[in-house]
């Protein structure tokens, strides 16, 4: 079992910056590729960014290439979203979730088994 409890999220306005938090307690943190995924009322899960269990190797979704960034600190158990030059449809409930280390990153929801409670992110325009 693995608790994943993200945190950072907030109220900012279009062009700033935000640093989501997921602390992850329970088993090795390093046997889980770590990711992030976010949901817009009313809209289906979309994937953000995953993170393998060394955290040198990092998949982004194309339409936020280069305005959000992985990273994580494994001796700190914890996984980070870095995001800039924040858009209103940004705006949505961020989870971060957690599967066992494999060969590839993955984007589909449904490979992740733990998944945190999300916090909200909202970008006024």
Same mark, same amino acid.
């Given at each position: 079992?693995?608790?994943?409890?993200?945190? $950072?999220?907030?109220?900012?306005?279009? $062009?700033?910056?935000?640093?989501?938090?997921?602390?992850?307690? $329970? %088993? #090795?943190? #390093?046997?889980?590729?770590?990711?992030?995924? %976010?949901?817009?009322?009313?809209?289906?899960?979309?994937? =953000?960014?995953?993170?393998?269990?060394?955290?040198?190797?990092?998949?982004?979704?194309?339409?936020?290439? $280069?305005?959000? #960034?992985?990273?994580?600190?494994?001796?700190?158990?914890?996984?980070?979203?870095?995001?800039?030059?924040?858009?209103?449809?940004? #705006?949505? =409930?961020?989870?971060?979730?957690?599967?066992?280390?494999?060969?590839?990153?993955?984007?589909?929801?449904? %490979?992740?088994?733990?998944?945190?409670?999300?916090?909200? =992110?909202? =970008?006024?325009?």
């Amino acid at each position: 079992q693995v608790q994943l409890v993200e945190s $950072g999220g907030g109220l900012v306005q279009a $062009g700033d910056s935000l640093r989501l938090s997921c602390a992850a307690s $329970g %088993r #090795t943190f #390093t046997n889980y590729d770590m990711a992030w995924f %976010r949901q817009a009322p009313g809209k289906e899960q979309y994937f =953000v960014a995953a993170i393998n269990w060394s955290g040198n190797n990092a998949y982004y979704a194309d339409s936020l290439k $280069g305005r959000f #960034t992985i990273s994580r600190d494994n001796a700190k158990k914890s996984v980070y979203l870095q995001m800039n030059s924040l858009e209103p449809r940004d #705006t949505a =409930v961020y989870y971060c979730a957690a599967q066992l280390t494999s060969l590839s990153l993955s984007p589909e929801p449904r %490979r992740y088994r733990y998944w945190g409670l999300g916090t909200q =992110v909202t =970008v006024s325009s």
